[in-house]
């Protein structure tokens, strides 16, 4: 069973938007934190923005301005909105969801598989 589920990345020139969807599973249900996470070639991978479940976020100050990270709880899904896209945001995107699982309540992450951002000049 999936259970992250990412959509919207794909091929976009600069200056463009793209916005990614990251689905959760119903059965995560007890979810801390949601974010983004990007990896290009060569580099660690990097925070990008992050969305606690009291609404706080937290973006990486190279995007700031320009992404905005959003959720929608009874969707169970985290979307990132990135707008004025650079070549330098060229990435592989990861969603994270760190949620409390189990019958004694551990806490741990979950990682979708990447959705790539490719942005062109």
């Known amino acids: 069973q999936v259970q992250l589920v990412e959509s919207g990345g794909g091929l976009v020139q600069a200056g463009g938007s793209l916005r990614l969807s990251c689905a959760a599973s119903?059965?995560?249900?007890?979810?801390?934190?949601m974010g983004w996470y990007r990896q290009a070639p060569g580099k660690q991978r990097e925070l990008v923005a992050t969305?606690?479940?009291?609404?706080?976020?937290n973006y990486a100050d190279s995007v700031k301005g320009r992404f905005t990270i959003s959720r929608d709880n009874p969707e169970n899904t985290v979307y990132l909105q990135m707008n004025i896209l650079k070549p330098e945001d060229t990435a592989v995107y990861y969603c994270?969801?760190?949620?409390?699982?189990?019958?004694?309540?551990?806490?741990?992450?979950?990682w979708g598989e990447g959705t790539l951002v490719t942005v062109s000049s």
């Open positions: 994270n969801v760190n949620a409390v699982v189990g019958f004694f309540d551990y806490t741990r992450d979950f």
């Open positions: 119903r059965s995560i249900s007890r979810i801390n934190a």
């Open positions: 969305i606690t479940n009291d609404g706080t976020t």
